[in-house]
């Protein structure tokens, strides 16, 4: 995850991290991605059921549930040991979590333990009511997921009407006093939607927006060949940072991520570099802190049925069920060949990874894409889009 407005228009600065001692449970949300302890951050995709039929979901998410979902109870003792491990926030995820009836109530066992809670959602069963329930259990914030304006989007979701109901959501949650967010994953039959989603950003007055790189999981796989190319990504990053700065120049700041591609963090410094070399320090410095991608190590994922994942993407392997042993066993325990590895993963990242001067702050970008692309799960990700000059020392 790299911040955009953070590093780019300078909302962020090296010391407003150290101030709070870097610790998980002591940082303010906007500067979680900058501690150092990485204590996990888990997605529960804690249902398969979906009232969508999006294109690309990862958890090729289904119209029934799985008899195997954890029970409200399993999920309690899950929120527990999660809390007392000190994981700072439980992302709710499906499928579409909404779809439970015990959403809340987890949520707000999540909030009584100390933990941040979130939900990642289509936003169509964001009702008035469920908005004040959601507010009134203290969820932190809510992240809906787009695909474009209206055509696309309901072209993308399998549903007609997606979009207005998804506008609709985000409207509840709103008026609820609840955080919202846009969720958008990058591809070619998209792309060229992006300057909708600021444009929406500014006239639906939404706080932030996360715009993630495809990830060749689940019925994402079959989108592959869609993905962007080399350049289009750079210009892409261009395109984000540059209506990044003009919201921020002209007093309507907003805050900007990109997810699920590390080489987007040296990209953003090159640029920087060139047209503030100062400022390009502190950037370079925050980088750092942030320390690159963290699968396996500050993310983790736990499906609906108990398995536990190195990250949402990752649902080939799984580390352990949660019904056997605690997740905090389970992630603590590096026995495991896979696991033990990406604790650690630049030591054993090849090709010209293992050359990158990057690699301090990318941490050899996503593993999960470079296994799905190669077969080879420590070769370079083919999604890095900086050249030779670029990454040599």
Request: proline share 4%; glycine share 8%.
């Amino acid at each position: 995850m790299i911040g955009i407005s953070k590093l780019y228009c300078n909302t962020v600065e090296p010391s407003d991290a150290l101030r709070y001692g870097r610790k998980s449970g002591r940082l303010p949300s906007h500067l979680l991605q900058f501690s150092e302890d990485k204590k996990p951050v888990v997605v529960w995709n804690m249902t398969r059921q979906c009232n969508l039929k999006c294109v690309h979901c990862y958890a090729r998410a289904k119209a029934r549930a799985e008899d195997s979902e954890l029970s409200t109870e399993e999920g309690k003792a899950l929120i527990e040991d999660l809390a007392a491990f000190g994981s700072p926030v439980m992302l709710f995820s499906g499928g579409e979590p909404l779809m439970r009836k015990d959403l809340p109530e987890l949520a707000r066992f999540a909030v009584e333990k100390g933990m941040r809670a979130v939900v990642s959602t289509n936003g169509c069963l964001i009702t008035r009511d469920m908005a004040k329930t959601l507010k009134d259990v203290g969820l932190s914030y809510v992240g809906i997921s787009l695909d474009g304006t209206r055509e696309v989007h309901d072209e993308f979701r399998g549903v007609s009407g997606a979009f207005d109901q998804a506008m609709e959501g985000i409207e509840n949650a709103k008026e609820a006093g609840i955080k919202v967010g846009l969720r958008f994953t990058v591809n070619k039959r998209n792309v060229q939607e992006v300057p909708a989603m600021f444009d929406l950003l500014e006239e639906r007055d939404i706080p932030r927006v996360c715009f993630y790189h495809l990830v060749y999981a689940g019925r994402g796989a079959s989108l592959m060949k869609e993905d962007l190319s080399h350049q289009e990504t750079r210009d892409l990053l261009d395109l984000i940072m540059d209506r990044t700065r003009d919201l921020h120049d002209r007093g309507k700041p907003k805050e900007v991520l990109t997810v699920d591609n590390h080489a987007d963090g040296p990209y953003l410094y090159l640029r920087v570099l060139r047209e503030d070399p100062e400022r390009a320090k502190e950037v370079l410095r925050l980088l750092e802190m942030n320390a690159g991608n963290s699968s396996g190590l500050g993310i983790g994922c736990i499906s609906w049925d108990g398995q536990v994942h190195a990250d949402q993407f990752w649902r080939h392997l799984s580390f352990g069920n949660v019904r056997e042993r605690p997740f905090s066993e389970i992630w603590s325990d590096t026995s495991h060949p896979v696991l033990g590895k990406l604790k650690n993963k630049k030591q054993h990242v090849t090709g010209r990874c293992a050359a990158c001067r990057w690699l301090s702050v990318c941490a050899g970008n996503f593993r999960v894409r470079a296994e799905a692309a190669t077969g080879d799960l420590w070769a370079p990700d083919p999604a890095c889009y900086l050249t030779d000059e670029e990454i040599r020392a």
